[in-house]
C-alpha cells in the first residue's frame, strides 16, 4: 500500500469516527438520540468502515 492510499484511508477512519462520536454525542446530550439521528450516522459508519476494512485487507500479489 501506498504511503499516500494509507494517509488518507487512516484520516478517513479517524474522521468518520470522531464525527459519528460527535454527532452522537451532541444527540445524546440534547435528547434527541432516536432513529432519525440513528439513519444519519449510518453513512459514516459504512465509511469508516470501509476504510478500515481497506486499510487492514492483505496484499494479494
Given at each position: 500500500m501506498s504511503k499516500t492510499?494509507?494517509?488518507f484511508l487512516i484520516t478517513l477512519v479517524i474522521l468518520a469516527g470522531g464525527l459519528?462520536?460527535?454527532v452522537?454525542?451532541?444527540a445524546a446530550a440534547a435528547g434527541?438520540?432516536?432513529g432519525q439521528v440513528?439513519?444519519?450516522l449510518l453513512p459514516l459508519v459504512?465509511?469508516?468502515s470501509i476504510a478500515l476494512r481497506a486499510l487492514t485487507a492483505k496484499d494479494e500479489k
Open positions: 492510499r494509507f494517509i459519528t462520536v460527535a452522537g454525542a451532541m434527541k438520540l432516536d440513528a439513519m444519519a459504512m465509511l469508516a
